[in-house]
């Protein structure tokens, strides 16, 4: 099991009169991952908050804040208990079983135009024997066609581009992943959570943009872009792309720093482990 | 009341050995939109089908046939009670008072890229008064501004490019409008019905795409190719645009011949009338 | 050496008072293909045209005719003397010692933006030994990645569209070799021909699109499409991609069926030969 | 009479063994734009480079550069004799009789996708009398429709983009506006150019693009920025869009600093005056 603690400070200066934010930068409550402990401290006296959770656990918050500067602060102590296969044992559902939620994560979406892509997905997939594998070949080739590279990319940027110029950041690979999967009929969705930065090489935590699929009845995490240790991943939001799983989405004039995170996994010998990187099917979703 | 006989031919050559067909054909349950008597028949015997229905009352067909030729016929009779409203008196929702389900339709979608036309919309229909007839603005708009000519878009067409090549058909008006009313901030989502075709200068019945965008806590239909009654328009499907909302969409090698639809408007003088064009505000949903 | 007996038939209907046309479907003028005799046809009494040489010895003729039926006939025959040379012989010429008239074919157009395909291109042929080698797997690549199928692509379709979606017509499949040779600075442009039907298997005569790409001080062509016989293939029009070569460009009201083509290939046992495959590097232009 | 001190400072570092510049910071030679003494020092010793003069009297430098720092200088007094005319006097070309090199100019191009917005172009600008109001009223409507930000777009954005989104830098502007004068079959081009900075609201002096129409048998300069004074405007390199007339192009591994850029115009009192804006019709070419 993992736990970790994570703590956020977001600091934003309005310049209109008000401004109201949209967040999703609460851990979700899931089967899989609790939420022990948190706190959040907002700057403003005046400002007016709620915070509301949907059928999937998703807790959206959102903030109406006045002119002047703002600080939303958060900690909270997550823990996350993996669900994890062997891979071999892990089949692709057929689409005429998929479940209608599962369905929806079959179509294309904003940022990832999966209606244009059969004929260059088949050719690269369809032969592969179906089953987590197929889902692995396509995470490992946009890992090993994609360039990391920061600022690369915009919020209009969608996997057609990043196919095309070959180069993005893990929001891109994400994309790129999701349209290659559900042009093979793979159901795939993205999630926007954090990083685990506990490998120096892989840089600091970090927001991250990660992929689940549907196999096997369950949703099974890959981290295409190849920067974190998925076991470390914790789960905010999730939705068919970045246009449904922004950490903030902003109406008004507003300033923004960047934000300030902290992910500290704990470690205690036996009940807490650190995360590692392994070749099991992980999963903390079935819906 | 609007009292409408609905009925639709499907005919497809399956050249697979099987093929997966999932169908939206089946009138939405709403409380609004009543379905009466319904009929279904698939002409082949070894079909396996089954009958699902959502949250919002959308029910979605599966059926698996096997090679060779197949039937779908349907018939139903539905009666639709519309609310109406005081376009004078239908206020916009403030972005902050949205509730949630209405919120994810002002994100942008595969076929409505309103993230990229803020500026575009802003500039036409920022200054406006807010309410309905801001979003009337935008349909009529689009009406004017768009010309529609018979397979002048395919499958990959999107809101952009019918901005920029002016040239559609209803599914191409209605992203258009979608895109633009969730560019000002205005929940728009897409929906597939049928058209009750009682102007021949209109053509005949057909399935329709309209608009939908929320508004005073309810979401109001709007027709932006003008080639329709909306007062006789009948729900199938709901969705964010044409990606989620298609009547049918297939797996497996399919041949397939033009559906026949038949819609009729009851009339007996007190109860049911017929459709007709009206300056109120029609709405047939809340959620 | 190569003498093709060609024959067009046009067939327009002029719906508004007058239409104006530019046609470039005379056989150029050039060094290595002669022009023995010519015949234009042109049934409206009342049209004026005139044609123009460029400095390359394209020939463009613009007509302008009234409203009413309009045939143009032309007959030539035509002598191509290939200039062929040992593929393992032919250099790249470095970008800086590209002629200015070369340097022009590495920029992006139209519908060949190389300018998005740096990091694509490299990936796949930058590693290769340069030459013409380099060249012929550009071709062999995407005549392998890409799908000939009739009405799949519209006027607008450019090198990005073939890239992604993966089915073209001849004029795809050049524009996609066009923009891949230009990413790795491969001066490359678009030639409006015939092609040469000899081969029942690839169809009647036709307009054909094929490639042409600088090495070694010359221009040598390709097909990326694989149907048509290169030797067969004869130059009307040279450009940077199709925007720059149709074979007619018109302005007015006009009704178009589809041009008929004749293209006979002499053989007289020493003189003329039968157009046959080879794995010659093929030219018949130096600038 | 304009008379123009033009200074310029290139600074790059070469990171690979060597690297190729073309380079079009020449002011062209045409016979209304005269050259009167120029200086050129490459800081380079061994550094190889040529001056190439085309049928236009543009003027391309390419130089290979070594690893290492590289400073190019140059210097040159320059003299205009702009040609002007009543914008009522200056009418359009019948397409039928633009002369070959004209006609190019009518054709999409990679930045300007004039095919793509005929409808556009016509709804805004069809009905308006042709001649040179006609174009002035395409630049005005450009000036008018997009918000000029700097950084808002990249080396790939295009016309279409422009048209869209609505904001750019001066390239935008003339993509833009050229996109729809072909759109309408007025030959257009882009100029890249240095900017007259005399007016310190516009900024200081800088690298520019603008426009060319063809008008009357001449190019007619426009600027549809807004951003500079037209008479003080100088011309490097003409093309169809950026794609052909960037002042560097650099093949190797580079790193720029931004250019230090002088334009002064002398004044003598009859002989030199100071550019100003004006309502007349401004040319400085014929072909």
Redesign the interface.
Known sequence: MIRLQFSLELAYTVLTPSA?F?FDFHPAYTPQQTVMLENLTVSQAAATWSL?Q?ASGQR?M?L?AQSGPLKVNYQATVEIAHYSDDPAQIPEV???QLP?EA??YI????Y??S???A??AF?LFGHLPQGYSRARAVCDWVQQ?V?FRSNSSS??TSA?DT?????GVCRDFAHLMIAMCRAI?LPARFVTGTDYGADPALGPPDFHAYVEVYLGGRWYMFDPSGTAIPMGMMRLATGRDA??AAFATI?GGVQSEPPRIEVLAEQNGHQWQLPVHTNQGLSTAVV
Chains 1, 2, 3, 4 share one sequence.
Not at 163 to 167: A, D
């Open positions: 109201d949209f509301q949907d959206s959102r109406q057929p689409v005429y209608l369905l929806h179509y294309p979406s904003r990832c135009q209606d244009r892509l004929a260059y050719a066609h360039q919020g209009t057609i196919l095309v110029e070959r180069v009929n246009a449904d109406f």
